[in-house]
């Protein structure tokens, strides 16, 4: 019987009235990899953040090799022996990789930092793991994958008893993952207790020997890896949830002409040979893992990021965007992924970021026609259903939902006819999600068409006429809406029909993230 | 081997070139140095006692330079350096025609450890960035610096503080001379090699991350305000010394320059990058180039506008292109 590394009890965490986390059970051994498995939401990241200090639990005990924890802060938990890598998070860009690595437990001779010395014994760490990184770059000039070994060293570096690697696999070629996984094997001999974080099912399979699957901030299976074979664990993992947005009625699309058609795009770096075709009234969801080149792909459509190669067409007229504007003026519109940093002006007022898109239509010889930008702002307001003291209120006191629809808002002030939907959901709560599918649907009732991008399956099946599955740059496949739906399950309830679809989707994303690792072995 | 020395020589140009934009502020140096030695030789600019006079006038900048550069890349700034280099002059004066240069020693550095903590804990404790503390600093601590004197210079009269702080030489070499030399020194292996100077890096470099990392970057912000102020104190100290007395109008307008020495030697205004050897050359590059300028016989009005241009474009051509 090994020993126990951490045991966490009775866990909860709440943020304001959100509940993250519901008296969760969490328990790892000396010498396993223990995988922590769930969808968004699921409470994964929170757990993690609460054992390494992060996040102050609201209830329950964390014991790190049978020793109480009693102080939550990133300092206590790292002498408890708990290391983390923290998805980029942890990295100084404008340091060096061996000053990274060593932060904080800086390698001295005579009392001063000798950065040589930690070069050198960074360059072993690395020539252990058997990868190439430079320990004298500055991590802000290293690409995603060496970056992330950068992040894995450091947490390694530290002798921890309690690695935690949070989707360590996202931006590593395959023949890096592997290196990464011998060397997690040899923890693993050392006592090591490897906590393992990932969507890659197969990855999972390979590596650990145990998993803990959480859903909506609740624990629902820990067992070993032999029981549970992949369908199993997404089923747990999918789960039968009641998200309120199986009540959301799906009428079939009228398809119009041809809206935005991409023939054989590809970007710098992704998406890589990207044909597709959205017709007016269409809404085409785009499903996969981080970095499968989704908002890449959203980014070429929305002339944020350059076409390498390839055309893009809308209204069946060829197009090249130079900047945003660009594709402003030719009518497509995106709402990006980080609505804090990229969507709104958070001190600036619900008017004034609705008006923000459009201003040029609301003025005349340079000055904002107060009476036009008042209106334009109220017909938005009442269309989307703001919820916000006054049109002059900041967007900052809005809830993350109503300022999803401020974005929204800010595009459909423009009228276009192509809209880009990315991650439209994410951090906001589940009544403001229906209300944003439904709107979804009725925009695609108007006329207009929507690439929408989300990392909640059951969203997509709600509100997309078709499905395009990615991986790694790459469109894999290609699902009308039906096709998702199993023959068998047609007679059970929504809910069961949305589930039984969930599963399907979340299969065929893992069996492209396989695909196009093969791809990209055979070209290395 | 000769032959593999030569290369490496070679090999060290190169770098040197091949990173010529980071090294614009020595390449810079030199050339301005050439320039104003060919030109103004015949007014005595290569004359020892002018270079050293260069020295004189720049020690104070590049006291607060040097402390300037920890704040800069803490990613905070101190607005208020030149300000408190006044009060601390008066505050030193005072205290010595009551009681003796020793105490007036330690109340010139009060005044600076004072001004410090209060900026540092208005920025990290009741959060206002450390821009508009140290932007409303500089009315009060002036404000301080007329009151107690009631606008008037102060007389130093103890030849022995003069000597020390400011006025005296050893030989030709000004005691100044060494002040900048301990202090850039100091800088440096605090900056460059120890665990505080890591931590001000990374906390200007990314202040998540350093915090992720287990990093106090409240603390360091702190530490750096202090350090800054205290800094900018003792050169108010070695104006007082120099011109033996303390008066509110010394060092006013000094934070410009120390802002820009700082950016000159390679310092990001946004944290996480910074130089203490580069300050230094920064610093004496303004002093330089303000010395050339008066040598030139140009009037005040053209002085300014001269440094204005030449520092625009050292800035300019040390700016990373995309």
């Given at each position: 019987?090994?020993?126990?590394?951490?045991?966490?009890?009775?866990?909860?965490?709440?943020?304001?009235?959100?509940?993250?986390?519901?008296?969760?059970?969490?328990?790892?051994?000396?010498?396993?990899?223990?995988?922590?498995?769930?969808?968004?939401?699921?409470?994964?990241?929170?757990?993690?953040?609460?054992?390494?200090?992060?996040?102050?639990?609201?209830?329950?005990?964390?014991?790190?090799?049978?020793?109480?924890?009693?102080?939550?802060?990133?300092?206590?938990?790292?002498?408890?022996?708990?290391?983390?890598?923290?998805?980029?998070?942890?990295?100084?860009?404008?340091?060096?990789?061996?000053?990274?690595?060593?932060?904080?437990?800086?390698?001295?001779?005579?009392?001063?930092?000798?950065?040589?010395?930690?070069?050198?014994?960074?360059?072993?760490?690395?020539?252990?793991?058997?990868?190439?990184?430079?320990?004298?770059?500055?991590?802000?000039?290293?690409?995603?994958?060496?970056?992330?070994?950068?992040?894995?060293?450091?947490?390694?570096?530290?002798?921890?008893?309690?690695?935690?690697?949070?989707?360590?696999?996202?931006?590593?070629?395959?023949?890096?993952?592997?290196?990464?996984?011998?060397?997690?094997?040899?923890?693993?001999?050392?006592?090591?207790?490897?906590?393992?974080?990932?969507?890659?099912?197969?990855?999972?399979?390979?590596?650990?020997?145990?998993?803990?699957?959480?859903?909506?901030?609740?624990?629902?299976?820990?067992?070993?890896?032999?029981?549970?074979?992949?369908?199993?664990?997404?089923?747990?993992?999918?789960?039968?949830?009641?998200?309120?947005?199986?009540?959301?009625?799906?009428?079939?699309?009228?398809?119009?002409?041809?809206?935005?058609?991409?023939?054989?795009?590809?970007?710098?770096?992704?998406?890589?040979?990207?044909?597709?075709?959205?017709?007016?009234?269409?809404?085409?969801?785009?499903?996969?893992?981080?970095?499968?080149?989704?908002?890449?792909?959203?980014?070429?459509?929305?002339?944020?990021?350059?076409?390498?190669?390839?055309?893009?067409?809308?209204?069946?007229?060829?197009?090249?965007?130079?900047?945003?504007?660009?594709?402003?003026?030719?009518?497509?519109?995106?709402?990006?992924?980080?609505?804090?940093?990229?969507?709104?002006?958070?001190?600036?007022?619900?008017?004034?970021?609705?008006?923000?898109?459009?201003?040029?239509?609301?003025?005349?010889?340079?000055?904002?026609?107060?009476?036009?930008?008042?209106?334009?702002?109220?017909?938005?307001?009442?269309?989307?259903?703001?919820?916000?003291?006054?049109?002059?209120?900041?967007?900052?006191?809005?809830?993350?939902?109503?300022?999803?629809?401020?974005?929204?808002?800010?595009?459909?002030?423009?009228?276009?006819?192509?809209?880009?939907?990315?991650?439209?959901?994410?951090?906001?709560?589940?009544?403001?999600?229906?209300?944003?599918?439904?709107?979804?649907?009725?925009?695609?009732?108007?006329?207009?068409?929507?690439?929408?991008?989300?990392?909640?399956?059951?969203?997509?099946?709600?509100?997309?006429?078709?499905?395009?599955?990615?991986?790694?740059?790459?469109?894999?496949?290609?699902?009308?809406?039906?096709?998702?739906?199993?023959?068998?399950?047609?007679?059970?309830?929504?809910?069961?029909?949305?589930?039984?679809?969930?599963?399907?989707?979340?299969?065929?994303?893992?069996?492209?993230?396989?695909?196009?690792?093969?791809?990209?072995?055979?070209?290395? | 081997?000769?032959?593999?020395?030569?290369?490496?020589?070679?090999?060290?140009?190169?770098?040197?070139?091949?990173?010529?934009?980071?090294?614009?502020?020595?390449?810079?140096?030199?050339?301005?140095?050439?320039?104003?030695?060919?030109?103004?030789?015949?007014?005595?600019?290569?004359?020892?006692?002018?270079?050293?006079?260069?020295?004189?006038?720049?020690?104070?900048?590049a006291?607060?330079a040097i402390a300037?550069t920890f704040?800069?890349s803490?990613?905070?700034?101190?607005?208020?350096?030149?300000?408190?280099?006044?009060?601390?002059?008066?505050?030193?004066?005072?205290?010595?025609?009551?009681?003796?240069?020793?105490?007036?020693?330690?109340?010139?550095?009060?005044?600076?450890?004072?001004?410090?903590?209060?900026?540092?804990?208005?920025?990290?404790?009741?959060?206002?960035?450390?821009?508009?503390?140290?932007?409303?600093?500089?009315?009060?601590?002036?404000?301080?610096?007329?009151?107690?004197?009631?606008?008037?210079?102060?007389?130093?009269?103890?030849?022995?503080?003069?000597?020390?702080?400011?006025?005296?030489?050893?030989?030709?070499?000004?005691?100044?001379?060494?002040?900048?030399?301990?202090f850039s020194a100091v800088g440096h292996v605090v900056l460059r090699?120890?665990?505080?100077g890591?931590?001000?890096?990374?906390?200007?470099?990314?202040?998540?991350?350093?915090?992720?990392?287990?990093?106090?970057?409240?603390?360091?912000?702190?530490?750096?305000?202090?350090?800054?102020?205290?800094?900018?104190?003792?050169?108010?100290?070695?104006?007082?010394?120099?011109?033996?007395?303390?008066?509110?109008?010394?060092?006013?307008?000094?934070?410009?320059?120390?802002?820009?020495?700082a950016?000159?030697g390679?310092t990001?205004?946004?944290?996480?990058?910074g130089t203490v050897i580069g300050t230094i050359v920064g610093?004496?590059?303004?002093?330089?180039?303000?010395?050339?300028?008066?040598?030139?016989?140009?009037?005040?009005?053209?002085?300014?506008?001269?440094?204005?241009?030449?520092?625009?474009?050292?800035?300019?051509?040390?700016?990373?292109?995309?």
């Open positions: 019987m090994s020993t126990v590394a951490v045991r966490m009890a009775g866990i909860s965490k709440n943020f304001g009235g959100v509940k993250a986390l519901k008296n969760v059970n969490f328990e790892v051994l000396a010498g396993e990899v223990h995988a922590l498995l769930g969808g968004n939401g699921a409470g994964k990241s929170t757990i993690l953040k609460v054992l390494n200090g992060v996040h102050v639990p609201s209830a329950g005990t964390i014991e790190v090799l049978g020793v109480p924890l009693t102080i939550h802060t990133p300092e206590a938990s790292r002498a408890a022996g708990i290391a983390m890598n923290y998805q980029e998070m942890s990295l100084i860009p404008t340091l060096t990789v061996a000053q990274n690595v060593f932060l904080t437990r800086e390698t001295k001779s005579g009392g001063l930092i000798d950065d040589k010395k930690a070069e050198r014994k960074a360059a072993k760490l690395f020539a252990m793991l058997g990868v190439d990184v430079d320990p004298r770059a500055i991590v802000g000039d290293l690409g995603a994958g060496q970056k992330q070994l950068t992040e894995i060293v450091k947490a390694i570096s530290q002798n921890a008893r309690i690695l935690v690697l949070d989707e360590p696999s996202t931006a590593l070629a395959i023949s890096d993952v592997d290196r990464l996984f011998t060397f997690l094997r040899k923890l693993k001999k050392q006592g090591v207790a490897v906590i393992y974080v990932s969507h890659r099912m197969d990855e999972i399979a390979r590596i650990a020997d145990r998993a803990t699957i959480l859903r909506d901030g609740k624990h629902v299976i820990t067992a070993a890896i032999g029981d549970l074979p992949i369908d199993t664990m997404i089923e747990h993992i999918v789960g039968k949830r009641s998200l309120g947005l199986a009540d959301i009625e799906r009428s079939d699309a009228v398809r119009g002409d041809i809206a935005l058609e991409l023939r054989n795009v590809s970007g710098r770096n992704k998406p890589d040979n990207i044909s597709l075709t959205i017709y007016k009234g269409e809404v085409v969801g785009l499903a996969g893992l981080l970095g499968s080149g989704r908002t890449s792909l959203a980014k070429l459509v929305a002339g944020i990021e350059p076409v390498v190669s390839g055309e893009i067409r809308i209204n069946d007229r060829p197009v090249s965007f130079r900047r945003p504007g660009d594709a402003i003026t030719a009518g497509v519109a995106l709402v990006p992924e980080a609505r804090a940093t990229q969507g709104i002006i958070a001190a600036h007022s619900v008017s004034d970021n609705l008006t923000l898109a459009a201003l040029d239509g609301l003025s005349k010889a340079g000055f904002v026609i107060a009476a036009k930008a008042h209106a334009a702002t109220n017909a938005q307001i009442e269309r989307l259903s703001i919820k916000t003291a006054s049109c002059d209120h900041s967007v900052s006191t809005l809830s993350g939902g109503n300022q999803q629809k401020v974005v929204i808002g800010k595009w459909l002030a423009v009228d276009p006819d192509v809209l880009v939907l990315d991650e439209p959901t994410a951090g906001i709560d589940i009544g403001s999600k229906s209300e944003i599918i439904r709107l979804v649907r009725e925009l695609a009732a108007n006329g207009k068409a929507i690439l929408m991008i989300s990392s909640e399956l059951s969203e997509l099946l709600t509100a997309c006429d078709r499905i395009v599955v990615m991986a790694d740059g790459r469109v894999y496949e290609d699902f009308s809406r039906a096709a998702l739906d199993d023959p068998a399950e047609a007679n059970t309830d929504i809910t069961h029909r949305l589930q039984a679809a969930e599963q399907r989707l979340q299969i065929s994303i893992q069996e492209a993230l396989a695909a196009g690792q093969e791809i990209s072995h055979a070209q290395q | 081997m000769p032959n593999s020395d030569t290369t490496h020589a070679a090999g060290l140009v190169g770098a040197f070139l091949q990173n010529w934009r980071q090294n614009i502020i020595y390449i810079g140096f030199i050339a301005i140095f050439v320039v104003f030695a060919l030109t103004l030789n015949d007014r005595g600019f290569l004359n020892p006692n002018n270079l050293l006079n260069i020295v004189r006038q720049t020690a104070m900048i006291v607060m300037m704040v800069l803490a990613g905070e700034i101190d607005l208020s350096v030149g300000v408190v280099a006044g009060l601390s002059s008066v505050t030193v004066a005072m205290v010595i025609s009551v009681a003796g240069p020793f105490a007036g020693i330690l109340a010139g550095l009060a005044t600076g450890i004072a001004i410090g903590t209060f900026n540092g804990w208005l920025t990290t404790k009741i959060g206002i960035p450390s821009f508009l503390t140290t932007l409303a600093m500089m009315g009060i601590a002036k404000g301080i610096a007329m009151w107690v004197s009631g606008t008037s210079a102060v007389p130093i009269l103890s030849q022995s503080y003069a000597w020390w702080f400011g006025g005296g030489s050893i030989g030709p070499i000004p005691v100044l001379l060494f002040w900048i030399l301990i090699r120890t665990g505080f890591r931590r001000v890096l990374a906390t200007g470099g990314g202040e998540q991350a350093a915090g992720y990392s287990g990093i106090n970057t409240a603390k360091i912000k702190f530490r750096v305000l202090v350090i800054s102020s205290t800094a900018a104190a003792l050169a108010g100290m070695f104006y007082a010394g120099r011109l033996q007395s303390g008066r509110f109008q010394l060092g006013e307008g000094d934070e410009l320059s120390v802002i820009a020495a950016v000159l390679g990001s205004l946004f944290g996480g990058k610093a004496l590059m303004i002093g330089l180039i303000n010395n050339g300028l008066i040598l030139m016989g140009l009037e005040f009005s053209q002085q300014l506008i001269a440094r204005g241009g030449i520092i625009i474009l050292a800035v300019a051509l040390s700016q990373k292109r995309a």
